[in-house]
């Protein structure tokens, strides 16, 4: 079992930033590819973006990518989304999951979710 907690939500003007960090407990993470996702009132989850299990590798949605960066720190068990520039159109619950193998922008094919941290951007 790996259990994920996200945090570094919170309240922010547009065009500012946050970090979240998804820190896990169980399991090393180390073997796990690492997604990010997101899901605003009365939508279904969407991909914000993914990290391969080493850190080489990341994928992200056409609608955050130049402004997201994810990052992880395997030592540390923990991993990170930096997110600039942010829009009204970003807020959002913010989860992080994690899946065995490699990256994936399913949402089904992730196997741990921690329980979500809320971004809030305003005009």
């Known amino acids: 079992q790996v259990q994920l907690v996200e945090s570094g939500g919170g309240l922010v003007q547009a065009g500012g930033s946050l970090r979240l960090s998804c820190a896990a407990s169980?399991?090393?993470?180390?073997?796990?590819?690492m997604g990010w996702f997101r899901q605003a009132p009365e939508k279904e989850r969407e991909f914000v973006g993914a990290?391969?299990?080493?850190?080489?590798?990341?994928e992200y949605a056409d609608s955050v990518k130049g402004r997201f960066t994810i990052s992880r720190d395997n030592a540390k068990n923990t991993v990170y989304l930096q997110m600039n520039s942010l829009k009204p159109e970003d807020t959002a619950d913010y989860y992080c999951?994690?899946?065995?193998?490699?990256?994936?922008?399913?949402?089904?094919?992730?196997?741990?979710w921690g329980q979500g941290t809320q971004v809030t951007v305003s005009t």
């Open positions: 999951g994690a899946r065995f193998r490699g990256k994936s922008e399913v949402v089904q094919s992730y196997a741990y």
């Open positions: 169980g399991r090393t993470l180390s073997n796990y590819a």
């Open positions: 990290i391969s299990w080493s850190g080489m590798s990341t």
